[in-house]
């Protein structure tokens, strides 16, 4: 829906993953009561169906997951092939970046993307996005849990290639996905979402926030994503039944069995989004609570520009040829004498190795 006077845009993209629908329900409600209501917007509201065939059979994806398929190489694959190549998930590829293309290009301010999920595991609603600083004030309004790190985990989610892109990107989880309150909380998502970009105001923000605030519970407020458990294809992982989409665990927990072994709480933490489905790779995330004041200390930091003098520590050097965003390349040494805290703190969460060698990257700011 676009307004009459110019503004921000934002793109919520919906059903990614077929057997996720509660997003594309809660987009139809805020599209009718913008309708219903005649409420007047500054900006554009687009939303966009994801993996529509992949929804109608009501599975996670039919040939790979759309997804994990927005990186460089995948991205590089499909424009060279012709259409009669593609297979289910690379047709939807070309058609909803079309799609986004289309509401960047006619965008009159800003533009913010909000990619809607759910989770095989009961569970609240939470949100995570690329660690910048654009990306955490945006996020700040909404009243739920974020998952810091966890899209540095993963790679081709959307959100990393708007991201880069220079959109305003995150992504928001509804709980789990048969539930109907993950239609309410996405739906509030969406409200909040307007409300953040300044393309609308007004009882729906405000009850909106409320509602995801309660949600919230108990939950610290921001959970720092540690590591990853990867599960291979075909892979015999079975996680622990019990676990929420975000649950505490004490060290010493019997976690999941994985190729016949026990996985086991190494500290006490949390666990994000356990597999209880019988499609994907992710077993299920690491996590534990930020306070306060470092997240507030670590935005700072990033603001006085200290991040500069990362390139200047001996053994570590900018990569200038890195096609992701703001990269490091730390020596052998390097990784030993310097604490991977101080790396994280300043934003730099995607690593990736090559021998002794380190690359840490970040989402461009």
């Known amino acids: 829906m676009r307004g009459a006077q110019p503004g921000p845009t934002l793109i919520a993209v919906a059903g990614q993953h077929g057997n996720e629908p509660a997003g594309l329900e809660a987009a139809r409600r805020v599209l009718a009561e913008i309708a219903r209501s005649g409420m007047v917007l500054r900006g554009e509201f687009v939303a966009l169906a994801g993996n529509v065939e992949a929804l109608k059979r009501g599975a996670r994806y039919q040939v790979h997951d759309l997804n994990r398929a927005w990186s460089d190489a995948h991205l590089e694959k499909v424009r060279r092939q012709p259409p009669s190549a593609d297979d289910a998930e690379d047709r939807e590829h070309r058609e909803l970046l079309a799609a986004i293309d289309d509401a960047i290009a006619r965008a009159r301010g800003e533009v913010f993307l909000v990619d809607l999920h759910t989770t095989s595991a009961a569970g609240v609603p939470f949100v995570l996005f690329g660690d910048t600083l654009r990306q955490r ?10 998952l810091l790190g966890l899209e540095e985990q993963v790679d081709g989610v959307l959100t990393q290639l708007m991201t880069r892109r220079g959109v305003v990107a995150l992504a928001v989880e509804g709980g789990q996905h048969d539930d109907p309150h993950s239609v309410d909380a996405l739906e509030a998502c969406l409200w909040v979402g307007l409300g953040a970009a300044k393309i609308s105001a007004g009882e729906n923000v405000q009850a909106s926030q409320h509602l ?4 919230r519970a108990h939950l610290p407020r921001v959970i720092e994503v540690r590591r990853r458990h990867a599960v291979g294809r075909g892979g015999d992982f079975a996680m622990q039944p019990g676990f929420a989409n975000i649950g505490p665990a004490a060290r010493g927990t019997l976690l999941a069995h994985h190729e016949g072994r026990e996985v086991i709480a190494e500290e006490d933490g949390y666990v994000l989004l356990p597999l209880y489905q019988g499609q994907g790779s992710d077993g299920f ?3 534990r609570p930020v306070s306060p004041l470092a997240w507030k200390a670590t935005a700072a930091l990033r603001r006085l520009g200290l991040d500069r003098a990362l390139g200047h520590l001996p053994g570590v ?6 096609r ?5 390349v730390l020596d052998e040494e390097a990784c030993a004498r310097y604490p991977s805290a101080l790396f994280l703190a300043l934003g730099y969460r995607r690593e990736r190795r090559d021998g002794g060698r380190v690359q840490r990257i970040r989402a461009p700011e």
Do not use: C, K, Q, S
């Open 285 to 287: 995330f690491w996590g």
């Open 137 to 146: 004030a945006f996020g700040a309004h909404f009243p739920i849990t974020v």
């Open 317 to 322: 050097a900018r990569d200038a040829g890195a």
């Open 212 to 215: 995801l605030d309660r949600r």
């Open 324 to 328: 992701e965003g703001d990269a490091l």
